[in-house]
């Protein structure tokens, strides 16, 4: 089984910045990719950020030079650093896990993973 466990959200002014971290267990960390998404109030779960077990990485447009996600393979621990946060960043933030290693397929879908987190919540104040 594998457990994912998400924190570091917080309340954060325009501007500001925060760590999101993600906690893995239950199986090889550093053999599978691993993917940040989010949900704001009353839309669906999008895709934001995603790492092969190589470290390539592909980020969604809106976040793009603002975000960093990467990875500690001996922590088994994955990172969102998120900078020049904005009011439109607010959402809860899910890390994700495919179910297959070795795999990068569909990483910016959320039908590519088979695991998520509980989510950390992240609100950005004008």
């Known amino acids: 089984q594998v457990l994912l466990v998400e924190s570091g959200g917080g309340l954060v002014q325009a501007g500001g910045s925060l760590r999101l971290s993600c906690a893995a267990s239950g199986r090889t960390f550093s053999s599978y990719s691993m993917g940040w998404f989010r949900q704001a109030p009353g839309k669906e779960r999008e895709f934001v950020a995603a790492?092969?077990?190589?470290?390539?990485?592909t980020y969604a447009d809106s976040v793009k030079g603002r975000f960093t996600i990467s990875r500690d393979n001996a922590k088994k621990t994955g990172y969102l650093q998120m900078i020049s946060l904005k009011p439109e960043d607010t959402a809860v933030y899910y890390c994700?896990?495919?179910?297959?290693?070795?795999?990068?397929?569909?990483?910016?879908?959320?039908?590519?993973?088979?695991?998520w987190g509980q989510g950390t919540q992240v609100t950005v104040s004008s």
């Open positions: 790492i092969s077990w190589t470290g390539g990485t």
């Open positions: 994700a896990a495919p179910q297959g290693s070795y795999s990068y397929r569909g990483v910016r879908e959320r039908e590519g993973y088979a695991y």
